[in-house]
């Protein structure tokens, strides 16, 4: 599984919404605000628990700098946090899935960005390396120890404290790191693409080229072509489907307006816009991470539509009005039936649940993008195999009257 941006109280939402983080392996991080990386630490202690061996973190350099200042209290002992290159040149792969890095560079900063050499790079990849060794050693202090200590060993423990002056080893560490000055002035973007998927094999046509059962379909199956007993030469492409390329989708955010000229300018996304050569390279989906008001500059927009009508638009931003937690509501009308001054009814009615699956659910005074806008829902789905298409099943219908229809009869 994979993540994208881990806001504070992830786990406690997948827990939720039974959404399993046992087979999450890579997070992916757009920008290091706290609203993409407050949930890391929360998340990082709910997969040790369940057994998951490795994390690896993906985005701007410096993000896994969180896990060393926090690792005084979020104790990770069986989890290895990694952290990764996220090189443009040298995309991520793995057997499901590329990932192409595309860093967004603030205009406040661009000339100096630009200037970084490949050995300046290498000397931050080698501090971050020695800050994850840190992470990984072990913290011996006793937290509880103060209960026991007698007035002796205060004074005696007093004596070995360093001066204020002089700060400790992985606080020096943690200060010199060069990588925090940058973090903050680069967007990390996503170009992901599915693995391309064999056709699959067609009984029904195996059995119209009198192909036998046995290990020849296995050969078929497998993209081989056969000969049989009477020199009948049977291509596999005659008895498959056609093969899947896999879907396109790209995670955007641009935190600001000063990010939006290095949107324009990076040629990748053009790869996957209008007028390309192979359609199977147009991108089925565009996730925008980008505040409201950034994606109403006339400049964000133009790039928008560069995008064929058929692109999803997925929107999640600060303007989303939809319900994430339905346990919250749950437990606020109970304490509402105790009191009603005391434990006011939480306001957020959510939205609406739609049944038509091409209904343009974002409306604003951008309605004239060609392309399909969808505000972000809790548990909507996009499904990118085996069909591409939206399912809104899940999603939740969470009208905060439906609690008081069920509970207040209980309670009378």
Not at 187 to 216: E, I, Q, T
Not at 355 to 377: A, H, Q, R, W
């Amino acid at each position: 599984r994979y993540l994208f941006n881990c806001g504070e109280g992830t786990q406690r939402l997948a827990h939720e919404h039974k959404m399993k983080l046992s087979k999450l392996e890579h997070v992916f991080i757009t920008h290091s605000n706290w609203l993409n990386i407050g949930g890391l630490p929360g998340l990082a202690l709910t997969v040790q628990d369940v057994g998951v061996p490795k994390i690896e973190l993906h985005g701007p350099q410096g993000i896994e700098e969180l896990f060393i200042a926090t690792k005084r209290f979020v104790v990770l002992r069986d989890l290895k946090i990694t952290a990764s290159k996220s090189d443009p040149f040298k995309p991520f792969e793995d057997n499901a899935i590329i990932v192409y890095y595309v860093p967004l560079i603030s205009n406040k900063r661009s000339n100096e960005c630009r200037s970084m050499s490949e050995n300046s790079i290498v000397t931050n990849m080698s501090q971050t390396q020695q800050n994850m060794d840190i992470l990984s050693e072990d913290d011996d202090t006793n937290y509880y120890d103060y209960e026991n200590i007698s007035e002796c060993n205060i004074k005696e423990k007093n004596k070995r404290k360093r001066s204020n002056s002089e700060p400790r080893t992985d606080e020096k560490k943690f200060i010199t790191d060069n990588s925090l000055n940058k973090v903050n002035n680069v967007a990390m973007s996503y170009v992901c693409r599915l693995k391309p998927k064999p056709g699959l094999l067609d009984l029904d046509k195996c059995v119209k080229h009198n192909v036998p059962p046995g290990p020849l379909l296995g050969q078929l199956k497998s993209g081989k072509d056969i000969t049989l007993l009477d020199g009948t030469i049977v291509r596999s492409s005659d008895v498959t489907s056609p093969d899947d390329p896999g879907p396109v989708f790209i995670v955007v955010e641009c935190p600001s307006e000063d990010y939006i000229d290095s949107l324009l300018n990076e040629s990748i996304f053009s790869k996957h816009q209008q007028n390309v050569i192979n359609k199977d390279d147009i991108a089925f989906m565009v996730v925008h991470f980008t505040p409201q008001e950034v994606r109403n500059d006339p400049r964000y927009q133009s790039w928008m539509k560069l995008f064929p009508p058929e692109t999803y638009h997925l929107l999640l931003n600060n303007e989303n009005k939809c319900l994430g937690s339905t346990a919250i509501h749950r437990i606020q009308y109970k304490l509402n039936m105790l009191d009603e001054d005391i434990y006011p009814l939480l306001k957020d009615t959510g939205i609406p649940f739609l049944k038509n699956d091409k209904e343009v659910i974002f409306k604003d005074d951008n309605t004239n993008i060609n392309s399909l806008l969808i505000n972000g829902e809790t548990n909507l789905t996009f499904n990118l195999r085996p069909k591409k298409d939206i399912d809104r099943y899940a999603i939740n219908n969470n009208n905060i009257f439906v609690y008081y229809q069920v509970l207040h009869p209980i309670v009378e």
